[in-house]
Nanobody, 125 residues
Framework: QVQLVESGGGLVQAGGSLRLSCVASGFTVSGYCMAWFRQAPGKEREAVAR???????YYTDSAKERFTISKDNAKNTLYLEIHSLKPDDTAMYYC???????????????????WGQGTQVTVSS
């Protein structure tokens, strides 16, 4: 059974940093495309970054400078580091996985079949 459990969110002052974690079970992160999304209140869920099974990373234009996606295959865990946090980064952050090993590794939300419950990040000014 595929499970994704995020953690690491919290209340942070602007300018600070966070590292979010997503512990995976029921599969190995080394074999799948995984991604981080976020959803701010009243807004659509948007992609932030994705990482292929081979470790290749991709970022949305808005995430390139301050976000880093990575994974630890030994710990079966996906990470998202966020630096220089801004109030606009306030959102629920979700990790996600594509349906299969050979599924397209792209950004659109429908490409992902499995989702965690999310971890809340709140940035105060």
């Amino acid at each position: 059974q595929v499970q994704l459990v995020e953690s690491g969110g919290g209340l942070v002052q602007a300018g600070g940093s966070l590292r979010l974690s997503c512990v995976a079970s029921g599969f190995t992160v080394s074999g799948y495309c995984m991604a981080w999304f976020r959803q701010a209140p009243g807004k659509e869920r948007e992609a932030v970054a994705r990482i292929r099974g081979d470790g290749t990373t991709y970022y949305t234009d808005s995430a390139k400078e301050r976000f880093t996606i990575s994974k630890d295959n030994a710990k079966n865990t996906l990470y998202l580091e966020i630096h220089s946090l801004k109030p606009d980064d306030t959102a629920m952050y979700y990790c996600a996985r594509t349906p299969g090993v050979f599924s397209p590794c792209i950004f659109p939300r429908p490409a992902y079949a499995y989702w965690g419950q999310g971890t809340q990040v709140t940035v105060s000014s």
